[in-house]
């Protein structure tokens, strides 16, 4: 979807909706533009389009899919590129829009009640939404008092579809009720009112459970792949009944989960397309670069972007595409979201060659004066006990790094070959301290950690709450202040992890970490897996762990609290910004 200055002819108007002034009196021959069924042309494609053959083979209703793509493109370009200027739909989609408006059942009605457009990311889903909410609001599919509804998962991607709305409505005077158009645009309630039809559209997030009520017309679910369950689409495909045409349509991107919704529809799109399944109600269209095909083939990448080069950036996904090449996990980032297509959530994290650049040996003691940062996670019964300080250099751009763990020796060699470790071997190098005992007494590792930051400038330690308050109880037996650690919590879900993923494979693909070799650590990260929730939010995935992984855990902790802590610091405001010219 993007500008364009082409002419067309006026659009005929729906019945029940108040007709729009004639275009021709703003002086622009190219806002009356609508390229649907003109000449050897049929909404705008080509009587040679395979979707076309198909609609007169079958009877499509094209004269009601010609009166959608016109109303489209009379509207304005909301943000991007060719802001401000008339929509052009492309060619895949008008043939959506012939594929789900077209159809009809035996009483000449639209037979499709429930559609899907899975693509990747930045192919104009926002914006081609948006229109089609104008299209049932206040266009040519508008009836009296039909309720619009958009959903996401959460506000702010809900009310993402409501500023696109209400950014075409504010650039057409028509539609603006501000400037006496049909359309009053209301931001603090993510509403659009029609008071001369009676329709509303409101965008939802999902709460499930205040979302029962009302008859809606029409319903787009924005980004469905990142809802947390099925409540909020289970809601609304249950609310049309009431309605003689209504319509769900999920627009998004696939998900990384087999279970979950937006599979399942992608599964469904894919048995009708070979035949094994039939849904006379149902269209779906995925675009997706298909599972084995070379992902840095550019000739592939079109399969998932149909807009690539139009309204989407093609050095942004080249740009994106050399970082995949060096990261396994921005890889698995750049299949899903760039490509469309579904992996497995977990991956692995840094690869080897960036690690081994980034180590620098040096001692605890040269980092004296430094500011530094921990990170602690404690151990059940099988795990290592981790500690990391994370030192930030004078350039305020590197940091370095050291870690210290603790195991114990019951059954030493077994847990050796279970884990595929070296434990003694490390012991005697002195990376490890092996404790006597069935498991890790926190007294040693307490009174090892007053040692360790004895002398250094420390500001925090970042911990995993899992048996913290055994930890604690400890350093009260041992005379050990909760003040002398500075300990701060950090969580292992997404919401903490996804920044301090971030921070430390940044900082690695970078070079700015530095690292002394310990072996340990070099370990722990070669067992990391990675795995990303819908949203694109990552955390390491224990669960899929080849072997231990604390000690990436306690790296990327310390990582995060320096990145939390050291923001660069802001340029004081001009004096003459806080108070403005005086003027003698």
């Known amino acids: 979807m993007e500008g364009s200055k082409r002419n067309a002819p006026k659009v005929r108007r729906s019945a029940g909706v108040a007709p729009r002034r004639a275009r021709a009196s703003r002086g622009s021959e190219a806002r009356q533009r609508s390229d649907a069924g003109s000449g050897e042309q049929i909404c705008g494609l080509p009587r040679s389009n395979e ?16 009166r959608i793509i ?32 077209g159809p009809v059942n035996d009483l000449g009605k639209r037979r499709i009640r429930e559609s899907v457009l899975s693509i990747a990311r930045k192919n104009g889903k926002s914006a081609f939404a948006a229109a089609l909410v104008l299209v049932h609001l206040v266009g040519p599919e508008a009836i009296p008092n039909g309720d619009v509804l958009s959903a996401a998962t959460t506000k702010d991607q809900a009310a993402h579809i409501y500023k696109m709305a209400a950014q075409m409505v504010r650039l057409d005077p028509e539609l603006d009720g501000d400037r006496g158009g049909l359309c009053k645009c209301l931001d603090a309630t993510k509403r659009i009112v029609c008071y001369h039809n009676g329709n509303f559209y409101q965008s939802l997030a999902a709460e499930a459970k205040q979302n029962h009520g009302g008859n809606p017309v029409f319903c787009i679910y924005d980004e469905l792949a990142q809802a947390y369950n099925r409540e909020l689409y289970s809601v609304l495909r249950t609310a049309f009944g009431g309605r003689e045409e209504s319509l769900l349509l999920t627009i998004s991107t696939q998900t990384n989960d087999p279970l979950h919704i937006m599979s399942d529809l992608c599964k469904k799109v894919r048995e009708m397309e070979a035949g094994n399944l039939e849904d006379p109600y149902f269209y779906g269209r995925v675009y997706a670069v298909p599972e084995g095909a070379d ?92 500690f990391t300080l994370a030192w930030v250099q004078p350039d305020g751009v590197c940091a370095s790094t050291k870690s210290w763990f603790w195991t114990h020796e019951h059954m030493l060699p077994e847990r050796e070959e279970r884990d595929a470790a070296k434990y003694r071997e490390w012991s005697q190098k002195g990376w490890i301290r092996i404790l006597p005992g069935p498991s890790v007494s926190y007294k040693p590792v307490v009174n090892d950690i007053r040692k360790i930051i004895a002398g250094h400038n420390l500001q925090a330690i970042a911990f995993d709450r899992f048996r913290i308050d055994e930890l604690k109880r400890e350093m009260e037996y041992e005379g050990i202040a909760e003040e002398d650690f500075k300990l701060i919590e950090h969580g292992q879900g997404f919401k ?25 650590v070099t370990y722990c990260l070669s067992a990391v897996k990675v ?43 001009s004096v003459y910004l806080k108070r403005g010219m005086r003027v003698l």
Not at 51 to 63: Q, S
Not at 73 to 101: A, C, H, M, W
Not at 537 to 544: C, G, I, Q, V
């Open 51 to 66: 979707v076309i053959k198909t609609a007169l083979a079958e009877g499509f209703n094209l004269a009601r899919c010609e």
């Open 496 to 520: 903490d992890m996804a920044f301090a993923v971030d921070a430390l494979e940044s900082r690695v693909l970078q070079h700015t970490l530095h690292h002394d070799g310990n072996p340990i």
């Open 70 to 101: 016109g109303f489209i493109q009379q509207l304005n370009v909301p943000s991007g590129f060719g802001q401000g200027e008339p929509l052009r739909l492309e060619d895949f989609q008008k043939e959506f829009v012939i594929r789900v408006y």
């Open 295 to 386: 992902i840095y083939d550019e000739a592939n990448w079109l399969l998932a972007n149909p807009a690539l080069g139009k309204f989407k950036s093609l050095d942004h996904i080249r740009s994106v595409a050399l970082d995949a090449k060096r990261s396994p996990a921005m890889e698995a980032e750049f299949r899903n979201l760039e490509l469309n297509q579904q992996v497995d959530g977990s991956h692995a994290l840094l690869n080897s060659i960036d690690w081994r650049a980034c180590e620098h040996r040096f001692t605890a003691d040269e980092m004296s004066g430094l500011k530094c940062y921990g990170g602690l996670d404690l151990s059940s019964r099988q795990d290592l006990t981790a």
């Open 531 to 573: 795995i990303m929730d819908p949203a694109g939010n990552r955390k390491f995935d224990k669960s899929k762990a080849t072997r231990r992984i604390d000690g990436a855990v306690t790296l990327a902790m310390s990582l995060s609290a320096i990145a939390k802590a050291e923001k660069p610091e802001e340029k004081p405001a």
